[in-house]
């Protein structure tokens, strides 16, 4: 079977909604066994059988107390946990700026660090979520380009220092993905034009929609695969055109 993982065991931060939840229950679904690291805990996937640890990632020592169950071995990180905000520099206040560093970055080198030993003596993959602001720059985006142009970095550097270790680290870049958060966003800040606001965001993209969570979590699958042994160090844009096809 192509891009199989039985045996692997997977940690997904950020797995209980969104993109997190496609790539715990595709990565699952090939063999995996996976467990999350969230804030909050998913029924539906407790009752699908998967395990839930609730720790803040940006906090160190309760990140590793949390993870003190895990087996001793990891086969694969995935990084996906992160937090948006929508602001020029003048809009982005000093604690909303602090509070995405420490999501998005902090947060990655929490987990990395955290869980490197666990993966150094066997090698195996780890995989960032980074964003098409990785590479372009999004009209009000300040604090989100900022932290997502350094996973990119930070992506690269895992990458050339652990190459010997037997450990690939990739990073993807989503445009614009419908989950709950856009639907929550174009409720809260839209009322009553949340249909036309969202067709407008969709056309953002060159493809004329928005990605889907699964469409991600497939991309994420393959990086994670034997399929994929030999990438590293590299970036992959998920993003209907966006980077290249917009002008930018």
Same mark, same amino acid.
């Given at each position: ?52 640890? +609730? %720790? ?5 020592? @309760?990140?590793?107390? #949390? $993870? /003190? ?6 086969? =694969? ?67 989100? +380009? %900022? ?5 990119? @970095?930070?992506?690269? #550097? $895992? /990458? ?6 037997? =450990? ?81």
């Amino acid at each position: 079977m192509k891009f199989d993982l039985s045996g692997k065991k997977a940690v997904i931060t950020g797995g209980s909604s969104g993109i997190g939840k496609a790539i715990v229950e595709t990565l699952s679904q090939q063999g995996a066994e996976v467990f999350i690291l969230d804030l909050n805990e998913n029924p539906s996937l407790t009752e699908a059988g998967m395990t839930t640890l +609730t %720790t803040d990632i940006t906090q160190w020592e @309760a990140l590793n107390e #949390a $993870i /003190a169950p895990l087996p001793s071995s990891i086969d =694969i990180l995935v990084n996906n946990a992160g937090i948006g905000f929508v602001g020029n520099i003048e809009q982005t206040e000093v604690e909303d700026f602090d509070r995405l560093y420490q999501v998005n970055v902090k947060g990655i080198f929490n987990c990395i660090k955290a869980l490197l030993p666990r993966m150094k003596n066997h090698g195996g993959v780890i995989v960032n979520m980074a964003s098409i602001v990785s590479h372009v720059a999004v009209k009000n985006r300040l604090a989100y +380009t %900022t932290t997502k142009g350094a996973v990119l @970095a930070m992506t690269y #550097a $895992i /990458a050339k220092d652990y190459i010997d270790n037997g =450990i690939r680290c990739n990073s993807v870049s989503p445009a614009r993905v419908h989950t709950p958060f856009v639907d929550d966003y174009l409720e809260k800040n839209y009322p009553g034009k949340e249909k036309e606001m969202f067709e407008n965001l969709s056309k953002t993209q060159p493809l004329g929609r928005m990605g889907k969570p699964q469409e991600v979590a497939d991309l994420v699958l393959y990086l994670c695969s034997d399929e994929a042994s030999f990438i590293t160090g590299t970036d992959f844009p998920i993003d209907g055109g966006f980077i290249k096809l917009n002008g930018n």
